[in-house]
């Protein structure tokens, strides 16, 4: 895929709402198969589309990518050995030590392409049609969804889902959005219903876990308002929980995350010479030294290790 591609299909990702790097290569030290320009996505779970360097490159580039799609802050790499660069490091640039024999270099600018916040508003009351309204004024993707044609599967891990059914299959709307495991889930009513709604569906065998963390009443505490304020009181509560980063996912979308087919890929190894991410298989230039099995990423590494296994042994993570 060249580079033109990978924008169409960072495109595509974009569309669909879901987060991804971009990496793309600004400066190399030849000789490197990556060039000025070249440009690869890397998704969450550890996928590269697109080229950006060999063997050497691509590990700690997914490897960076991840943070950089978990902390949503851009990152620029230098790619190399320390000694290839001295004291001339730039601040606030990450050095990446990698051991290749071609001794390349590649400079990277990776940045987090994080979907727009997706709301799942849950009704067809006026305020129900101000609150979409107002969120796709900034920019979120937005969906109004009559309570009786509501399920789980129309909300995520990251969505907000705010439930302003008013008194119109209230439970059946929460019971759902409960399944669904959102970000927030706001209740809009007071809180003697709410207390009420909740107990019944407690009763039903809803986890007090996920009971708890429904809000009611849904938004900022305005006192007596019209529905035009209560829509932008819940908007200003999402707004200000987002900025806190109160809303990342949860533990259950973190657990499934740890199992990636980056990780699978390359495995929880690392060559015990330079450090460098490897893949825990043939291709990774397995050697066994007291029992233990030992991967490269490439045969200079391999050879170090030969030669002096008491200077690295210490350093690899056992597997």
Not at 204 to 230: F, K, S, W
Not at 252 to 261: F, H, I, L, Y
Request: glycine fraction near 12%; charge should be negative.
């Amino acid at each position: 895929m060249d580079g033109w591609g990978v924008l169409e299909q960072a495109g595509e990702l974009t569309r669909r709402g879901q987060a991804f790097a971009l990496a793309t290569v600004v400066w190399r030290q030849g000789p490197s198969s990556g060039q000025q320009g070249s440009r690869a996505i890397i998704t969450a779970e550890g996928e590269l589309r697109g080229w950006i360097g060999g063997a050497c490159a691509e590990p700690a580039v997914i490897r960076e990518a991840q943070q950089v799609i978990a902390t949503g802050e851009a990152r620029l790499l230098l790619l190399g050995t320390p000694e290839q660069f001295g004291a001339a490091i730039p601040e606030g640039m990450t050095v990446v030590p990698i051991s290749c024999q071609s001794d390349g270099a590649l400079e990277v600018y990776i940045e987090p392409v994080l979907p727009a916040p997706h709301l799942v508003v849950v009704g067809r009351s006026p305020m129900a049609q101000t609150l979409a309204d107002l969120a796709r004024v900034l920019g979120w993707r937005a969906a109004l969804v009559d309570g009786p044609d509501f399920t789980a599967a129309q909300a995520g891990e990251r969505s907000m889902v705010v439930v302003a059914t008013q008194g119109h299959f209230d439970e059946e709307a929460v019971e759902q959005a409960v399944a669904a495991r959102p970000a927030y889930l706001g209740l809009v009513g007071s809180q003697r219903r709410g207390k009420a709604l909740l107990g019944y569906l407690a009763e039903r065998g809803v986890p007090a876990g996920q009971l708890d963390r429904v809000r009611v009443p849904a938004g900022l505490d305005l006192g007596r308002t019209t529905h035009q304020e209560i829509a932008v009181a819940i908007l200003a509560e999402l707004v200000q929980l987002r900025a806190s980063g109160a809303l990342a996912p949860g533990p259950a979308a973190a657990d499934r995350g740890a199992a990636s087919p980056a990780a699978d890929r390359y495995g929880p190894s690392a060559d015990p010479v330079c450090g460098m991410t490897v893949a825990a298989d043939a291709s990774g230039r397995p050697l066994e030294h007291d029992g233990v099995t030992y991967y490269f990423c490439g045969a200079g590494c391999r050879r170090a290790f030969e030669d002096n296994p008491a200077a690295y042994a210490r350093k690899e993570t056992r597997c």
